[in-house]
């Protein structure tokens, strides 16, 4: 049975990285031991660099967990680590580089075969875009080709994660509402659920639940968006 | 001789749509008669719709020039319509679809023939952003896949239309500033330029020139990003 959770962001305002997301962390890989990160996301200063900041950063934030965390690009065989792993994570960062190292390590079809077998996924921001069919509702800027925006597709929807309407003053480019709109007008069918920061999406088989103080909202083609309350199971809206 | 006017954006909070840069495009294209409109980046609600209506607003927009405005859509042989054309115009919307029906409509060799040769060419947001080597700065979201992110190459470095590095009230995903030291950071050889909302680049050969009321901003691989004022020539910042 699938069992994912996937945060739409790694930070709140006044708490430090993942601390909003311990218990929901701790819930989701139950009895977890050797969890492997996947850290493609980070970029800065250089991925060497990133890859193990972010490695650490991780390990330091989830340090009241009973765990141990390796970072699956010291691996010779990465397919191999994520097989023989209790758990997975995947963190944010730029959704076009994570993707683009998944598809070069032919790591795409290995991870979505653990995710389907039931292994546990923790996935924030970028980490969580990926199980969408595609990364077409990302906010990233495309900084690096990632060879075809196709992902792992283990959530039959779209994800926009950081998911507001809200726009610095002057901003005169389209708000985030405009260009999901667009995403489908041009994909009818497929509908786009907006994940609020802060909040997170709890998979169980079948069953998901959007968890966190936020609503979020459904974008569908030919109808309105509409709000979904947290605390409620997620439908996906058929097109109008 | 190369004559590009490549607009940040359309529309400026307190004015209409090209308002603000109509003189501009009048002195860009001069005596031209025959414009030839590529509306692409169009997508709401239909771009069947979506197309006819931008170049409806365009018409509007720019009635106090004596030009006619054609759309590229409505020619059976779209290459010896920009040939013939006496300019080019091209609107924002979506980059990666403007790019998409550019790559499947085979027109980016012929429209780049078109600019090195010297035929005015106008763009605003991803009108501006395809002149770039790549699309990889752009700040749309990637709601269909362009084959590719190269794009017409007719400028020598990335440019980053709608600039500022303001962020929503309570956004905790990257800023502007930390895409852009991204991409650097991916991309160590191309510099990008955050043209910000309101402004231009005046292009004439291998002369460019930042106009409009704001400064702009360089990004480059190994060197801390800096200030541009308005009214000066671009030089492309080497890597550090």
């Known amino acids: 049975m699938k069992n994912l959770l996937l945060l739409s962001n790694s930070r709140m305002p006044t708490t430090g990285y993942l601390e909003h997301a311990v218990e929901a962390i701790r819930e989701t890989i139950g009895g977890a031991k050797r969890v492997v990160l996947i850290p493609y996301a980070s970029v800065v200063p250089s991925e060497a660099v990133a890859w193990d900041a972010t490695t650490a950063n991780v390990r330091g934030a989830l340090s009241s967990l009973d765990i141990e ?45 653990q995710i389907l077998a039931g292994k546990p996924y923790v996935g924030w921001s970028a980490g969580s875009a990926i199980c969408a069919p595609t990364i077409r509702t990302t906010n990233d800027m495309p900084i690096i080709d990632p060879s075809g925006l196709d992902a792992l597709g283990v959530i ?42 802060g909040d997170w999406l709890r998979v169980r088989g079948h069953e998901i639940t959007l968890c966190g103080p936020f609503p979020g909202k459904w974008f569908a083609s030919g109808r309105e968006a509409y709000g979904v309350p947290s605390r409620s199971t997620l439908l996906r809206p058929t097109s109008a």
Chains 1, 2 share one sequence.
Not at 73 to 100: P, S
């Open 69 to 113: 965390i390796t970072a699956i690009h010291h691996y010779k065989d990465a397919a191999a680590a994520l097989a023989e792993a209790d758990a997975i994570m995947v963190n944010g960062g730029n959704t076009f580089n994570l993707l683009r190292h998944l598809r070069r390590n032919e790591l795409i079809v290995p991870l979505r075969t």
């Open 156 to 197: 039959d929807f779209q994800l926009n994660a950081h998911y507001t309407n809200a726009v610095p003053d002057g901003w005169m480019g389209e708000t985030r509402d405009q260009r999901l709109a667009e995403f489908v007008a041009m994909n009818p069918t497929m509908p786009v659920f907006g994940l609020p920061e």
